[in-house]
């Protein structure tokens, strides 16, 4: 009897350690497969994000119009005016001054070359074009604006004359004083 007692006892406790294995490996199987379907979720999502913003080489080669095509352009190059532009002009009965030092902008280092080169027609044309139309300063604060705008195309039109093209970017106001 005390053999059938321990064969008992001996089955009872592998019969309870078959039970308590099971709950482990069920519940490592269920954290597997949840890890699984998480992992096959994640590189779905970024499979489709990865065709959505690269896109593919020959779309873009069929669909391309030569007119959109971007040509990559040069650095951008600054020339300062210098010296600065003083000017007077009369304002009210008063005389009055202006100092503005100028600095133009371009990506084509022969345009700025050629402005080098022509700079005593350059400053003589942004004399004139300063001394006439300083009115627009006084009359509207966004008149300096419209004056950087002249500037430029002034530039630009000796450019035009002189070499056969327009080359300068942006002509830029980097310090203005009126008294």
Known sequence: MTNDTT?????GKIDMAD?????PVASS???LLIGIIVVVILAAAGG?????????????SVDMDPATVVIPQAPVQYLE???AFIVNFPHQGRQRFMQATVT???RDGEALA??????PVIRHNLINLLSAQLILVFEDPAGIEQLRQMATAEVNQVLQREIGREGIDQLLFTNFVMQ
């Open 104 to 106: 133009v902008m371009s």
């Open 48 to 60: 489709a994000a990865w065709f959505f913003l690269t896109g593919s080489d020959e779309d873009e």
């Open 81 to 83: 005016l210098t010296p």
């Open 114 to 119: 050629a402005v080098s080169q022509h700079m």
């Open 29 to 31: 199987k269920k954290w």
């Open 19 to 23: 039970e308590e294995e099971d709950v």
């Open 7 to 11: 064969m008992l006892v001996v089955a």
